[in-house]
């Protein structure tokens, strides 16, 4: 079985400072895992995802996330924070060999506050 | 393109009605989705197809009821509103690649049950 844990609900950094969101995972197989973002009163929107490629992976607006399998981490980070990445992000798991989404588990997600 | 779209934006049920959620997505993806956002808990998969005339059940199905008669509409049927299905609720396609498939989604449907 798969399950992601986001490990924190709330995260609050000032404008222009870095940004770090994290998220470890379990999984019996070979995961892809994804980073959406949620902007309020919208759908969710894909940040970035790693499919067993390159371990370090680049999204949109910045954002970069590192797959690390001896810590089974996919912690999301961008070098400075905008107030435009205020949001709700997700972490998301799937395992299901040639499955759909109907595999995928999503994390609780995570609030990012930008400060001015 | 539009992408996913979902109407209506918000609703508001009595116990007891009931009420049609409609998606329909542009992009000819094969796969469609339903699910629920609840505060805190991320989102849970109700009902998902495979392609036109296919669905199967997700985690949370109970209460609800799709159909897939073509490949671009998708619409989630609440037969007798419950005030536990107060959520929002989101539609979302994506093509026929597998487990690294991203998702596209709609933004949603705000529905409230009193």
């Known amino acids: 079985a798969q399950s992601v844990t986001q490990l924190d609900s709330h995260v609050s950094v000032s404008e222009g400072t870095p940004v770090l969101l994290r998220c470890n995972y379990s999984?019996?197989?070979?995961?892809?895992l994804f980073w959406y973002v949620q902007h309020p009163n919208k759908g969710l929107q894909l940040l970035l995802k790693?499919?067993?490629?390159?371990?370090l992976v680049k999204g949109i607006n910045g954002f970069e996330a590192e797959f690390k399998k001896s810590e089974t981490s996919f912690h999301l980070t961008k070098p400075s924070a905008h107030m435009s990445d205020a949001a709700e992000y997700f972490c998301?798991?799937?395992?299901?060999?040639?499955?759909?989404?109907?595999?995928?588990?999503f994390g609780k997600g995570t609030h990012l506050i930008i400060q001015p | 393109n539009a992408g996913v779209t979902q109407t209506p934006k918000f609703r508001i049920l009595k116990i007891g009605q009931s009420m049609t959620l409609q998606c329909a997505q542009d992009?000819?993806?094969?796969?469609m989705y339903w699910y629920r956002q609840d505060p805190g808990m991320g989102l849970k998969l109700i009902y998902y197809?495979?392609?036109?005339?296919?669905?199967d059940k997700g985690e949370v199905p109970n209460g609800y009821n799709v159909s897939r008669s073509t490949t671009e509409d998708f619409p989630l049927r609440l037969e007798l509103a419950a005030p536990s299905q107060t959520s929002v609720y989101f539609c979302?396609?994506?093509?026929?690649?597998?487990?690294?498939?991203?998702?596209?989604f709609g933004n949603g449907t705000r529905l409230t049950v009193t």
């Open positions: 979302a396609s994506s093509d026929l690649t597998g487990k690294s498939s991203p998702l596209h």
């Open positions: 999984s019996s197989y070979s995961p892809s």
């Open positions: 790693y499919t067993s490629a390159a371990t």
């Open positions: 998301v798991v799937s395992e299901e060999p040639g499955g759909g989404a109907d595999g995928l588990t």
């Open positions: 992009m000819n993806h094969n796969y």
């Open positions: 197809s495979v392609g036109a005339g296919i669905t």
